[in-house]
């Protein structure tokens, strides 16, 4: 008879279990993640959309006939253009990048497009890394990605060093857009202990746009460098919000689905306190900016707002169920939505 009675109530318990799980993920939204934070000031936010177009440039077979169009005041001059490599000349080490002289804001940027799915390449620099495999400045990061930023400033540093000695007034800035944005941002924090590399540049005049950033860096270093890395990531972005390995997320990339449904369900599951005590677990570099644009139980797009924050512990630490999580990871609508919160 006890055996019996028990099933009903071993039922009951996975039913509220099941609810419970229901609810939380279906009424947490990316705007949660930064409902507290203070609104972002124009002019530290301005340069996003700039470093967007500057990326989209990289995928360009032609600069002169772009197929993204540059938004209204901003136009990327080929002249300007003083390098674009490629997967041939990169060896397949660093994804590709462009660097690029505007002298409209007096700055020298290397810009890094995001992963390519049909290169062996990328994944194999994701793949590259484990929990707690690479220790750096107090801290850890993630092992391939570091590797690829040590190559390219092996490899650009003289041309830096050259450019930033013939505009000595100008910033040096890094971009990339999800696995560019992880070497990029590895780049400026190699720049910032090296400095000697590039003419002994001062922290100040060095900046990184790390547009929806891959984890790639343990807290303490991500809180150290806020004030040179900032990381740009539109509403339900999942990329910023999963610490699961990149190796695992993009050999999945297939049945991203359930990918992101298992890493909801241990999200609620597994107490947070546990998830977080790991000192090796990596986060998204720098400084948040957070552009949220959709509320819970609201249809369609609102005037974007962009929040800003430092990096702590809970912060972007949970998926989002929805259908927009893989879309707000293009850096298309990046740029769009970041062009549309200025004018806001």
């Known amino acids: 008879m006890s055996a019996v009675t028990c099933i009903p109530i071993l ?12 609810w939380v993920r279906c009424t947490y939204t990316g705007a949660d993640d930064s409902k507290t934070w203070p609104l972002a000031d124009v002019e530290d936010f301005k340069p996003v959309p700039r470093m967007c177009q500057l990326i989209l440039a990289v995928y360009e ?25 490629d997967y041939e000349d990169t060896r397949g080490i660093v994804p590709p990048y462009i660097i690029y002289a505007d ?28 929990l707690g495999k690479q220790m750096f400045d107090g801290g850890y990061v993630h092992h391939g990605l570091l590797k690829s930023a040590a190559w390219l400033l092996d ?16 910033t040096l800035s890094f971009t990339g857009h999800s696995l560019g944005s992880g070497v990029a941002s590895l780049a400026v924090v190699l720049l910032t202990k090296y400095r000697f590399l590039v ?27 806020a004030d040179i890395i900032n990381s740009i990531i539109l509403q339900d972005d999942f990329l910023p919000r999963t610490a699961t390995p990149l190796e695992d997320i993009f050999s999945s990339i297939f049945c991203l689905p359930c990918l992101l449904c298992f890493s909801c369900l241990r999200d609620t599951c597994i107490p947070e306190h546990k998830l977080l005590k790991d000192q090796r677990r990596l986060y998204a570099p720098g400084r948040f ?21 430092i990096p702590v512990e809970g ?11 893989t879309s707000d990871h293009s850096v298309v609508w990046i740029e769009r939505e970041a062009e549309r919160a200025i004018e806001v």
């Open 155 to 170: 490899k650009e540093a003289g041309t830096l060093k050259s450019l930033l000695a013939t505009y000595p007034i100008y």
């Open 11 to 22: 039922e009951c318990v996975y039913l509220l279990g099941c609810a419970r799980w229901v």
């Open 289 to 309: 900016f957070h552009i949220v644009e959709r509320k819970l139980c609201r249809c369609g797009r609102y005037p974007p707002e962009v929040r800003t924050s």
């Open 315 to 325: 912060r972007f630490e949970h998926i989002v169920l929805s259908c927009n999580a």
């Open 199 to 225: 003419s002994n540049i001062s922290r100040k005049r060095l900046r990184c746009y790390a547009i929806a950033p891959a984890r790639c860096m343990s807290l303490n270093l991500a809180v150290e460098y």
């Open 61 to 85: 077979e032609d600069l002169a006939k772009p197929e993204w169009a540059p938004p209204a005041g901003y136009h990327i001059l080929t002249q300007h253009v003083l390098k674009k490599v």
């Open 103 to 130: 002298h409209e804001h007096k700055d020298i940027v290397l810009a890094i497009r995001g992963l390519n799915l049909v290169k062996e390449s990328d994944y194999a620099l994701l793949w590259d890394n484990k």
